[in-house]
DNA sequence: TTTTGCGTTAACAAAATTGTTAGATAAAAT
DNA sequence: ATTTTATCTAACAATTTTGTTAACGCAAAA
């Protein structure tokens, strides 16, 4: 046979979940419909994967780094001085979720659905959020103390950095149509709105 | 028998469906745990409202206002001058949130999952929006004119207006356990986080 | 008192979805 | 060439979820 691009059957159907799963949730998707956008039948995904259970346990493990990332990466790199690191740390999340844009939504709500099934996943998140907010509190103190900038509650920061850098990818499909000309371009688009997030954040912490 | 508060199981099972497909959206709610939800059989259910999707039409079709004003309210009260028109819009907006907490993530998902079924809603959505976005721009542009604000994108300044006021409610049961005490006193949290993002908007938009 | 109609239940039926299997086909190994 | 192994299909089976129905009770109307 001819030199063909050999991309697994297997490997197929896990691309095909994982974009299934993502736009409708493990509820919503239907192992047949997932077959059937990777040009199987749904015999194979069970060949394959045995349950729709499995097949999703697979895409969790894929991504579960990345999720823990995406929740924490916004507090940036702890060697920088905390106003850059903030500047940074926001720059730095943002083009995390630009490059994986269902993710945020898609964790949100399975974690919503169905909290006991990543108890393992958000205490590893919970854990490491503690230690860090703590010290960096203390460097904003510091800072404020020094007149470097405004005196802000870091859990607050973040929440804020979280809600800029993440909400624009949830509601973009339904946002595109009504911005006229804004999101037209993609990723002139997505440039633009990581600029204006460092700017909306900076101004936050701006001593005034 | 005696003045009890009769409140009908048709009413109960509307209620309880509310609940279930706000958090586990159309595909993830079960009839069957609505009706248990409700306290009745499923049966009575189907009684009342025929279908599943007859059921959730009743809920669309009493949240479709507020829906489209969650979308639109950002955008305060045209008689105001601008900027304390933003300023108010940002903490009405907030407040309306507040209220339904569980409804924008709830039709995002929605919208996202199966589009077909809301073009109505949207259509009004859109139509709305792309008038009020033009009228609002000429008012910033003036403003800007005369230094009282910093020239910015509408449109920008909307969508960050809606990550902040929504993405903490969509966030808000993962974050709670994280967060230590400052989100241990719902109500507290709620003002604080209004407040919060009242002065990160008034500072975007601040002449500098 | 009888009738009428609503609310209710339990059992059943239908449909949708997930999962299995026996065997066909092709590829690889011996 | 033959055995073995992996890939695949179609048909079927099981399970879950949704929807229906027949029959019963009960309260209000006639």
């Known amino acids: 046979m001819i030199e063909q691009e ?5 490997q197929l159907i896990l691309e095909a979940a994982e974009q299934e799963f993502f736009i409708k949730g ?30 999703f346990e697979r895409i969790i493990e894929k991504y579960a780094k990345t999720i823990a990332e995406t929740m924490l990466a916004a507090m940036g ?3 920088m001085p ?5 500047k940074d740390g ?7 979720v ?7 939504r898609f964790f949100l709500n399975e974690i919503i659905a169905r909290p006991e099934r990543y108890n393992l996943l958000y205490d590893k998140i919970k854990s ?23 005196r802000v509650d870091i859990r607050m920061l973040l929440m804020s950095i979280l809600s800029l850098n993440i909400f624009p990818f949830i509601i973009h499909d339904f946002a595109q149509p009504v911005m006229g000309d804004l999101m ?25």
């Open 82 to 86: 905390i106003v850059e690191r903030l």
């Open 128 to 150: 490491i959020a503690g230690v860090l907010f703590a010290s960096m509190q203390c460097e904003i103190d510091a800072a404020a103390e020094r007149g470097e900038m405004e």
């Open 184 to 208: 037209a371009n993609r990723e002139q688009f997505i440039q633009q709105r990581k600029a204006e997030n460092v700017e909306i954040i900076m101004r936050r912490i701006k001593k005034m």
């Open 6 to 10: 050999k991309i697994s059957k297997e």
């Open 77 to 79: 790199n702890p060697t």
């Open 98 to 104: 630009a490059t994986n844009p269902l993710l945020p």
């Open 90 to 96: 926001v720059s730095a999340h943002f083009d995390l």
């Open 26 to 55: 493990y509820d919503g998707a239907r192992t047949t419909s997932i077959a059937q956008r990777a040009g199987v039948t749904h015999a194979m995904l069970h060949y394959y994967y045995r349950t729709k259970e499995q097949l």
